[in-house]
């Protein structure tokens, strides 16, 4: 079964941190057949350095992401990384030093591993990645907590990592909003994914980010970084919430718990509406919706907030949805506020009179998602 250990004393849990791949990820922890396929970063000659994925180079200088601050200098490497970012002790240091009890890692690189087209491969690179996940987190099991990669490019592949990572110790999966080799979220091949995850206590974060090449609404009309880093978080998300909503995923798996991740939650107010105005006026066309939509999120889903987002999460508190927010800081990509984030957070929250609210977004939302007992 999943991570489940009894958490008392601390109070502030940043639901969506994240790490930056060291090399040893895939010149140590890959299978030795698949070193060259899994996801990476190389250097060509005359020092540059692009970012590959099933042994295609993407073209990307991954680090100005990566790096606070960094982003628009072509210069910057990923020796350049901060120690934070990949070091587990060190990590802990920036956390006390920002005054977070817990924190949840997602990838950096390997948000762009479905580019991976290759089952076998993309298998071998989640599993390079979930092994050292786990042994990042083995540090300190009290505080950190890690979601592993889920390699949805072969569903016998995700069903088998899901499995392995919940014997790892980890806390969830993840995996991106767009489609892997066509597959939909509502598939019916998906129920298999859903149930693994469910069976194994694990939660679910879907969590895309601009870079990756897989089609997706912002690809499929955009060059310009700005417009598809403006397009590429809400507008998948938007539509993964409505398939997982629409097409009956919760109704038919009531132990999920999934989260929808860095795509700021102002949207959610007006799409819960949209949705459960649709169920009422065009239901028919979605018969496994037994439930309005709204009330599905209220009980299974979750959303993370920016720190400046005061008005939205003000709507979603007067919907009764405040219980479903969670908080992170994006440590350590270009755009998180480093240092300050939760003193950032709090002026946010110190506008809102809502009592209970920083305990809720801070502690007992993110512990409800990942499952942890009170």
């Known amino acids: 079964m999943g991570q489940s250990t009894t958490v008392t004393g601390h109070n502030v849990w940043d639901a969506d941190a994240h790490i930056c791949e060291p090399p040893s990820v895939w010149q140590e922890y890959a299978d030795p057949a698949f070193r060259d396929v899994v996801v990476q970063v190389r250097k060509h000659p005359g020092g540059r350095e ?15 992401a990566c ?26 240091k920036v ?22 087209q290759d089952g076998a491969a993309a298998a071998a690179s989640a599993r390079a990645y979930n092994r050292w996940m786990a042994d990042f987190v083995s540090v300190d099991r ?7 990669v889920c390699p949805l490019q072969s569903v016998d592949a995700a069903v088998a990592e899901i499995e ?29 994914v859903w149930s693994a995850a469910e069976h194994a206590n694990l939660c679910i974060g879907i969590h895309g980010s601009f870079g990756s090449k897989m089609p997706s609404f912002a690809r499929t009309r955009y060059s310009n970084q700005f417009y598809v880093h403006m397009v590429c978080h809400p507008f998948e998300q938007m539509a993964s919430v409505m398939e997982v909503l629409a097409s009956g995923v919760l109704d038919n798996h009531p132990g999920l718990r999934v989260g929808f991740f860095e795509s700021g939650l102002g949207w ?8 459960d105005d649709h169920k009422r006026t065009m239901g028919h066309l979605v018969p496994a919706l037994k439930r309005d939509p709204t009330e599905i999120w209220s009980e299974q889903c979750f959303v ?22 969670v908080w992170g800081s994006d440590y350590p990509h270009y755009d998180c506020t480093f240092p300050g984030a939760l003193h950032e957070l709090d002026e946010t929250l110190r506008g809102l009179a809502s009592p209970g ?14 499952g942890l007992a009170d």
Not at 142 to 148: E, H, K, Q, S, T
């Open 50 to 64: 692009t970012l590959f994925c099933g042994g295609v180079d993407t073209g990307t200088n991954a680090a100005p």
């Open 95 to 116: 956390m006390d030093g920002e005054g977070l009890d817990h924190a949840v890692f997602f990838p950096s690189l390997w948000l762009l591993s479905g580019d991976v």
């Open 268 to 275: 959610l107010p007006y799409w819960l509406d949209r949705l």
């Open 164 to 192: 392995a990572v919940a014997e790892a110790g980890l806390s969830g999966i993840t995996f991106r909003p767009e489609r892997y080799n066509g597959l939909a979220l509502y598939d019916a091949e998906m129920d298999r």
């Open 304 to 325: 993370t907030m920016e720190a400046g987002e005061g008005e939205a999460l003000g709507q979603l508190v007067e919907l009764g949805l405040g219980h479903t927010v």
């Open 357 to 370: 609210l920083r305990q809720a977004v801070l502690e007992r939302n993110p512990r409800r998602w990942l």
């Open 67 to 92: 790096i606070p601050g960094a982003y628009g200098n072509p210069d910057a490497s990923w020796d350049d990384i901060l120690p934070g970012s990949h070091d587990p002790h060190e990590r802990l």
């Open 142 to 148: 009290d505080r950190l907590y890690g979601i592993a």
